[in-house]
Every structure is written in C-alpha cells, then in structure tokens.
C-alpha cells in the first residue's frame, strides 16, 4: 500500500512538473539537478529538461557567480536545518536586463528524516521588485529634498488627492502650499509666464483620464522647463519632473511631481545662446542672425513700409595696412557702438562681414523719416573716421525699401547692395536710395 501510494505521488509530481507555470527543482545530496519544469529550465537560460538533469549549477547557468550564490544558500539550507521561504535572489539576465525572483527552498527528508534534497519554487518578481525599489527611491527624494528643490508633491491618481506635499525655500522664496490637486494645477496655471508653453498645456489639461491615458501609452513619466513666478512674486525658471509609481501597498496610480529651480543654468544656457547670435567683436547681430531677424519682422509686419541701411566703410584696407588689424578692430567696435546708439531697440542692426554692416528701419511711416536717419547716420559714420585722420576714412550707403523693392530680406539685400554700389561709383562718402 505504501508502495502505491509513493507511485502515485511521483506521479502527481511529474505531472505537475509537466503543466505548472512555476519554476520548480529538485536537487539531490550532492546538489545535482534530478528534476526541474520546463519553466524554470527556461528561466535558466537552456532549452531542454536534459539540458539540466544530472548536472550542478555552474554546469547550466553561464553567470558563474550567481551560480555560486545558488550553490551557498543550498548549504546554509542543510547548515541551519531551516527552510528559506520567500527570500529575494536574482535570475539569469534576460536580453541584458536584470530579473529578480522569490524562492523558497524546502529540505526533502526520507522516512527516517535524513536529509535527501532541495525542493525549490520560484517565481518572477522583476516587475514587482523594480517597481517597489523605484518606488522607495522616489519616496526618499520625497522625505530628502534635494538642496535645489521647490517642492515635491506625492499624489493618487485613483483617488485624486495630494497624499503629502513638502517644500522649502530655494534662494529665499518657494512655491504656494496646495492641499487640493486642483489647487495645485490651477497655482501652476496662474504663475506660469508663458501660457502657450508646454507645461501651461499639461496643467490645462491636467485631469484623471490625462494622466492614466500618459501611463497606458507606456511613458514612465515626462518633464519640462519653464519660467514661473514664485512666492516672492520673482521670476525663475523651473523645472518640472513627473514620474508615474505604482503605490506597494494599495495598487494605486500615483504620481511623484517635483519643482527644481534652474533658473542659474537656464540664464547661463541663454547667454551661450545670445553670444552664438553675435559677431564676438563689435556685438552687434551676425550675418545669419541679421538675416534671421529682419525675415521674420517682414513676415509679421508684411503691411508696414521698412527700410534696409547697407553701409560700407571707404578706404578701410588703408588704415589696417598703415595703423595695422588692432586698430582697425577698434576702429569697427566703436563704429558698430555709434551705429547701433541712433537706432532704435526695435530695429535690426548688424555686422555682416568685414567692414559691412546692416541696419533695418521698422515701420517707417513716410521716406522723410529714412532720409532723416540717413543723413544721421552717415554723420555719425563721418565723426568716428575723423578719430583716424592718418587715412582717408568714410562711410557709404545703400538703402532699399519694402515692400518697394522687395517682399523678402534677400530681394532687399540685393537692391540695397545695388544701391551701395552706385554709392562707391560716384565717389563714395555719400547715400543712395534706390
């Protein structure tokens, strides 16, 4: 009877090991794999039962470490006389990512109660494990702020409530204490400067179904800068980081949303940003940035009447062959320093190579205002070359008109370059409209 009853328990046990989903072994005394399901034989990185049956760990997994690792909680199984339940422990990578599984080791006794094996079932706790060690690194960032931040506030999504919020002072000022989510986006709403930017567009639209269709679309989270008025009623950028958590113990959607100042960061990206907009030696508008403006003005203003101002210094080879490049240079800075002062801030001036400059006149109501600026400006031109009487120094200039004589900034270009040219031929130092 005894018999029958063991030959059904094998049975029941193969046929188990045949159709479970689990990852099952069995180990004999000298840790050498008798039985395992096909589950776990996947898992271990080979394909067949044979793969593994009849041989030790560090004969089927290829990570010869964790191979060791599996081998030491054996023995401490048969040191301790205790079984492991429910312990943490990894899993053979897969594709390069790192898996992490829940094993319990049993001891396998015979009738006289000595030891005769290892019975093992694991199962794969990757998602879960990840998911709860992000979660306490976020939950740390929650209870640490970080010296440059704002404020975190930690919300369900399911519930729709702030569960806790901190915050404290960054450079002597904050964001507003919100106790409501909607208090929350409706105080980013108001303090947000630019209302066209994307976080103004995420907070407009900052509901339930927004943020679960977000984290359904597979996104972990999203993050954007902007500039926003504090507490103090300043100005600074910040920026925003929303990361989506699975709460461990509710199963609840949350959302960690953190406020970062980076106000220094962005000034000092902006300036680098400015600086590759100049010519680095007078300051004034590049080429390529001069262009770039005056299009756009045209674009926007298409029904005003603009002028273009070429200017070229006369004889400008002669002072740096005679007084040499440094003076030449200083001569253009305080040039360029004199042309921009007699224009106005809405006007576009720029340095376009050597001794060549533009200067655009916006909405000009009538051409006495443009012959008025240019009679000024080849006056200041005059003032400054009479600095460097060792040569013969004057200035030209070419002056197109929009729409008259253009639709675009190249088509002006090349009538004021038309222009400037009859300028040189009829024996410079003086003006030319076409």
């Known amino acids: 009877m005894d018999q029958l009853?063991?030959?059904i328990i094998k049975a029941a046990f193969r046929a188990m090991l045949d159709d479970t989903k689990a990852m099952v072994f069995v180990k004999d005394m000298n840790l050498v794999y008798v039985a395992a399901s096909m589950p776990f034989v996947k898992a271990s990185g080979n394909e067949w039962l044979d793969d593994i049956v009849g041989k030790k760990d560090a004969q089927i997994f290829k990570n010869q470490e964790l191979a060791k690792k599996y081998v030491m909680d054996d023995y401490k199984l048969f040191t301790n006389g205790k079984n492991l339940i429910d312990y943490i422990e990894p899993l053979p990578d897969e594709d390069g990512r790192a898996r992490y599984a829940s094993t319990s080791k049993y001891i396998l006794k015979d009738d006289d109660g000595n030891n005769i094996g290892v019975l093992g079932v694991t199962r794969d706790i990757t998602r879960d494990y990840m998911a709860r060690q992000r979660y306490q690194t976020e939950l740390q960032y929650l209870f640490e702020l970080p010296d440059d931040t704002y404020a975190v506030s930690y919300m369900d999504v399911d519930d729709w409530r702030i569960i806790t919020q901190r915050r404290q002072d960054v450079g002597n000022t904050t964001l507003q204490s919100c106790v409501s989510v909607e208090e929350l986006y409706e105080a980013a709403l108001e303090s947000i400067v630019d209302s066209?930017?994307?976080a103004a567009e995420f907070y407009r639209n900052f509901t339930q179904n927004h943020l679960r269709e977000i984290y359904d679309s597979g996104r972990t989270g999203l993050s954007f800068n902007y500039q926003r008025r504090l507490l103090d009623g300043s100005l600074h950028w910040?920026?925003?980081?929303?990361?989506?958590?699975?709460d461990v113990d509710s199963?609840?959607?949350?959302?960690m949303l953190s406020a970062k100042n980076i106000d220094l960061e962005k000034k000092q990206e902006e300036k680098l940003i400015e600086a590759a907009k100049r010519d680095q030696m007078t300051m004034l508008y590049n080429r390529e940035t001069t262009m770039e403006y005056?299009?756009?003005f045209l674009s926007e203003y298409p029904q005003?009447?603009?002028a273009l101002f070429m200017i070229d210094v006369d004889n400008f080879k002669s002072l740096n062959d005679t007084l040499g490049h440094q003076m030449g240079d200083e001569f253009l800075i305080e040039l360029a320093k004199e042309v921009k002062s007699i224009f106005r801030e809405s006007d576009i001036v720029g340095r376009i190579g050597g001794d060549e400059f533009f200067a655009f006149l916006s909405?000009?109501?009538?051409?006495?205002?443009v012959e008025k600026k240019a009679e000024e400006l080849i006056q200041t031109i005059r003032r400054v070359c009479k600095k460097y009487p060792v040569v013969d120094l004057s200035g030209s200039i070419g002056i197109s008109m929009y729409p008259k004589d253009g639709m675009t900034v190249d088509e002006m270009y090349a009538k004021a370059d038309e222009a400037l040219y009859q300028a040189k031929n009829h024996g410079k130092?003086?003006?030319v409209i076409v």
């Open 5 to 7: 009853n063991d030959n």
């Open 196 to 198: 066209n930017c994307k």
């Open 238 to 246: 910040v920026h925003n980081d929303l990361k989506f958590l699975t």
């Open 251 to 255: 199963g609840h959607l949350c959302v």
């Open 294 to 296: 005056i299009e756009q």
């Open 304 to 306: 005003s009447m603009h």
């Open 363 to 369: 909405k000009v109501p009538d051409m006495t205002i």
């Open 429 to 431: 130092n003086q003006i």
